[in-house]
Every structure is written in C-alpha cells, then in structure tokens.
C-alpha cells in the first residue's frame, strides 16, 4: 500500500490549495479515506473523511472551508482548501479511515502567512 499525498505549499491567509492523494496496491473504490493533519506541537488530527459511498465529514473548524473528494479511476482522494488561516498550517497526510499505522506516508507541508 502506497499513499503519496502531494499538492502543499505556502499560501496567504485567505487564498486556497487543493491537495492530492494517489494510492497505489489497494482498491481504491471500496475504501474509505481521509485526510489527516499535524501541526508543530499537537497531535495528528482528522480533517475530512469521505467514505466509499461518497459521504463526507469534516472537522468542526474547517467545515465550509474545506472540501474532500474523490476520484476512483484516479484512485486518488483530494483536499480542496479555500479562506485558508494561519492556524492551517501543518502537514497534511491521506490515510484510510480508521487510518492505518501502516498507510501513512511523508505528507505534504502547508504553511500559511498571515
């Protein structure tokens, strides 16, 4: 299993990045996934998830900011990030939902300016 998230990169409060996730040797279409992020001194937490069926959630701070998709014949999942704030600023990693300790991969920094 390889999850290769990629599409970080510095923003300025307010502007928008949209993160992608490509998985390889698993079937993409029946898992469900989500992206995960981990800013300097705190936990990893769960941003979005959406499901096999299409169901999405997401964390309480960046509902209406944030919206996860997905592609099956891509077998790729994103992160589409708009009105972006400082305190946005981390790694971000895709992993499945639950994640897997094994799945996660190297992530992809966001850092933004105010």
């Known amino acids: 299993v390889q999850l290769q998230a990629s599409g970080g990169g510095l923003a300025q409060a307010g502007g928008s990045l949209r993160l992608s996730c490509a998985a390889s040797?698993?079937?993409?279409?029946?898992?469900?996934m989500g992206w995960y992020r981990q800013a300097p001194g705190k936990q990893r937490e769960l941003v979005a998830r959406?499901?096999?069926?299409?169901?999405?959630n997401y964390e309480d701070s960046v509902k209406g900011r944030f919206a996860i998709s997905r592609d099956n014949a891509k077998a790729t999942v994103y992160l589409q990030m708009t009105s972006l704030k400082p305190e946005d600023t981390a790694v971000y990693y895709c992993?499945?939902?639950?994640?897997?300790?094994?799945?996660w991969g190297q992530g992809t920094l966001v850092t933004v300016s105010s």
């Open positions: 959406i499901l096999s069926t299409g169901s999405t």
């Open positions: 040797g698993i079937i993409f279409s029946v898992k469900n």
């Open positions: 992993n499945f939902w639950p994640y897997s300790p094994e799945a």
